[in-house]
């Protein structure tokens, strides 16, 4: 039986409302990825000794069995179980008890002479006394200083690790496990096992003397698959069709799914624009690594635009279609990016006219993923560029957002520059290799370069859109778009 979700849902439906409901749980386990990390309820009981008052007395029940010995009562303050040994001026044991959960212990001792007490009890400092003259009965209270709190926990499964504060102190190798020499101040608990789900709890500001009682751990505990996978951020993992969580920027989540023992569960991995990724496997109580990798959807057929409009493209508000005499163009402005609609490409050919406005340059991207957070992105500066070099050709990459981070040599570009336009730019894009070239009205062309990408994100930027934006407030238009897939050997 799978972890309860606020967002199961069957595999049966239409599809359009398990989209909504996949889109609107990704938006929890979004906020979820966000959030600080979650502590368990508090499920214990914290347990101070009570202090003795100054007046309390306790009733000696015991008689002596001779009449040369008398009654020693030895009383712990506070009231705590510990081990009283009475001993000699010469520090010879003489006797030995177990102070009860009533914290006191009786001995028969012979009369006429004092006896040096002393009293432990676990997180406590060691307290001693020197007895009165024994008579009938006698008794002495021995004061001792806490200095450690105290943390039970029972029904530990065997070989379970105990972190206080992220550090081991103790491994179950029996039902119990009692710590007693945790420094007071603020804790916080993990209860950690291969098979069961990881319990963290916060502990608060433990004082001296405390104990931390727990119910039997096997209460709290849960029996686990503890399932990491790996691969595209943002993927949905669903476990026989219930949504488990989703895979985070890194390109990595754990998930614990409940499980009491090994039985065969069908995994699926979402996301838009992939084909979805299903198997079934026997999962059983444990670790367990789980290697995704989803293969895109792509676009079959090819694009043509006149920009007689912008409906086959995600359109920033910047954007608009402008007129000249015989027809109408895209101008490109502004830094936000604009993509295909709901088309990803992997290998393909392209051109588009382009026309440098101000001269400052052009700005185009290819492989954008889904949210056009990451993709490659190219830059022209033009003869008025203020930010680059005039006349070269630029390459970023942008991943997740981020500031483009420029990743080759920039090209020179041989054409004289010395008009708007229009200019031909035309594309080949193969696996990691990106073939581009610009070429004038007079036919004369310049090579803005192949350029391979060989850094370690490579293979996250083997399919997306294609689009333009502005890098360096440059204002441009384009006309006459063609992109046509090639279909891998």
Same mark, same amino acid.
């Given at each position: 039986?799978?972890?309860?979700?606020?967002?199961?849902?069957?595999?049966?439906?239409?599809?359009?409302?398990?989209?909504?409901?996949?889109?609107?749980?990704?938006?929890?386990?979004?906020?979820?990825?966000?959030?600080?990390?979650?502590?368990?309820?508090?499920?214990?009981?914290?347990?101070?000794?009570?202090?003795?008052?100054?007046?309390?007395?306790?009733?000696?029940?015991?008689?002596?069995?001779?009449? !040369?010995?008398?009654?020693?009562? $030895? *009383? %712990? @303050?506070?009231?705590? =179980? +510990?081990?009283?040994?009475?001993?000699?001026?010469?520090?010879?044991?003489?006797?030995?008890?177990?102070?009860?959960?009533?914290?006191?212990?009786?001995?028969?001792?012979?009369?006429?002479?004092?006896?040096?007490?002393?009293?432990?009890?676990?997180?406590?400092?060691?307290?001693?006394?020197?007895?009165?003259?024994?008579?009938?009965?006698?008794?002495?209270?021995?004061?001792?200083?806490?200095?450690?709190?105290?943390?039970?926990?029972?029904?530990?499964?065997?070989?379970?690790?105990?972190?206080?504060?992220?550090?081991?102190?103790? !491994?179950?190798?029996?039902?119990? $496990? *009692? %710590? @007693?020499?945790?420094? =007071? +101040?603020?804790?916080?608990?993990?209860?950690?096992?291969?098979?069961?789900?990881?319990?963290?709890?916060?502990?608060?500001?433990?004082?001296?003397?405390?104990?931390?009682?727990?119910?039997?751990?096997?209460?709290?505990?849960?029996?686990?698959?503890?399932?990491?996978?790996?691969?595209?951020?943002?993927?949905?993992?669903?476990?026989?069709?219930?949504?488990?969580?989703?895979?985070?920027?890194?390109?990595?989540?754990?998930?614990?799914?409940?499980?009491?023992?090994?039985?065969?569960?069908?995994?699926?991995?979402?996301?838009?624009?992939?084909?979805?990724?299903?198997?079934?496997?026997?999962?059983?109580?444990? =670790?367990?690594?789980?290697?995704?990798?989803?293969?895109?959807?792509?676009?079959?057929?090819?694009?043509?635009?006149?920009?007689?409009?912008?409906?086959?493209?995600?359109?920033?508000?910047?954007?608009?279609?402008?007129?000249?005499?015989?027809?109408?163009?895209?101008?490109?402005?502004?830094?936000?990016?604009?993509?295909?609609?709901?088309?990803?490409?992997?290998?393909?050919?392209?051109?588009?006219?382009?026309?440098?406005?101000?001269?400052?340059?052009?700005?185009?991207?290819?492989?954008?993923?889904?949210?056009?957070?990451?993709?490659?992105?190219?830059?022209?500066?033009?003869?008025?560029?203020?930010?680059?070099? =005039?006349?070269?050709?630029?390459?970023?990459?942008?991943?997740?957002?981020?500031d483009p981070v420029e990743v080759s040599t920039p090209i020179p570009v041989l054409l004289k520059f010395d008009q708007q336009g229009p200019y031909t730019i035309t594309i080949k894009a193969r696996g990691y290799t990106i073939t581009q070239t610009i070429t004038d009205l007079n036919a004369d062309e310049s090579d803005l370069g192949v350029w391979t990408d060989t850094t370690v994100t490579k293979d996250r930027f083997l399919y997306?859109?294609?689009?333009?934006?502005?890098?360096?407030?440059?204002?441009?238009?384009?006309?006459?778009?063609?992109?046509?897939?090639?279909?891998?050997p």
């Amino acid at each position: 039986m799978a972890v309860e979700s606020p967002f199961s849902h069957p595999l049966a439906g239409s599809a359009l409302n398990r989209h909504a409901i996949l889109s609107l749980a990704l938006i929890f386990f979004s906020l979820l990825a966000l959030a600080p990390a979650v502590f368990a309820q508090r499920e214990y009981t914290v347990i101070k000794p009570r202090a003795r008052a100054a007046t309390e007395k306790v009733a000696v029940t015991r008689k002596a069995s001779q009449p !040369t010995k008398g009654m020693l009562q $030895v *009383v %712990l @303050d506070p009231v705590i =179980p +510990g081990k009283v040994v009475v001993t000699d001026a010469k520090g010879r044991v003489l006797d030995q008890a177990e102070a009860g959960e009533d914290g006191y212990a009786v001995f028969e001792l012979k009369r006429g002479q004092s006896y040096i007490v002393k009293a432990s009890s676990p997180g406590y400092a060691e307290a001693k006394g020197k007895s009165p003259v024994i008579k009938a009965t006698n008794s002495i209270r021995l004061q001792l200083k806490a200095q450690y709190a105290k943390l039970e926990l029972p029904g530990l499964p065997t070989g379970a690790q105990i972190l206080i504060d992220g550090k081991p102190r103790a !491994t179950a190798e029996q039902n119990l $496990v *009692v %710590l @007693d020499n945790i420094e =007071p +101040g603020q804790h916080t608990l993990l209860v950690r096992h291969p098979e069961y789900n990881d319990y963290q709890v916060d502990l608060g500001n433990l004082d001296a003397g405390s104990g931390v009682r727990f119910p039997p751990m096997s209460t709290i505990l849960i029996k686990v698959a503890k399932l990491s996978f790996q691969g595209p951020p943002g993927a949905a993992i669903l476990i026989d069709g219930a949504l488990q969580g989703k895979i985070n920027p890194e390109g990595a989540v754990q998930i614990d799914y409940e499980l009491d023992q090994a039985s065969e569960r069908t995994i699926s991995v979402e996301l838009l624009g992939y084909q979805t990724w299903t198997r079934r496997e026997t999962l059983s109580p444990g =670790p367990r690594t789980i290697n995704v990798k989803l293969d895109p959807v792509i676009t079959s057929a090819g694009v043509s635009d006149f920009f007689d409009n912008l409906s086959l493209w995600k359109a920033p508000s910047s954007w608009k279609i402008v007129s000249d005499a015989r027809n109408k163009k895209l101008e490109v402005r502004g830094e936000q990016l604009g993509l295909l609609s709901d088309k990803i490409y992997r290998d393909f050919d392209a051109n588009f006219q382009l026309w440098l406005n101000d001269g400052k340059g052009a700005t185009w991207a290819m492989r954008a993923d889904k949210d056009g957070r990451s993709y490659y992105l190219f830059h022209l500066a033009g003869p008025n560029s203020t930010t680059h070099t =005039p006349k070269k050709f630029y390459i970023y990459l942008v991943k997740d957002g981020a500031d483009p981070v420029e990743v080759s040599t920039p090209i020179p570009v041989l054409l004289k520059f010395d008009q708007q336009g229009p200019y031909t730019i035309t594309i080949k894009a193969r696996g990691y290799t990106i073939t581009q070239t610009i070429t004038d009205l007079n036919a004369d062309e310049s090579d803005l370069g192949v350029w391979t990408d060989t850094t370690v994100t490579k293979d996250r930027f083997l399919y997306g859109s294609f689009g333009f934006r502005a890098l360096a407030g440059e204002v441009f238009t384009v006309d006459d778009l063609n992109l046509e897939p090639v279909k891998q050997p």
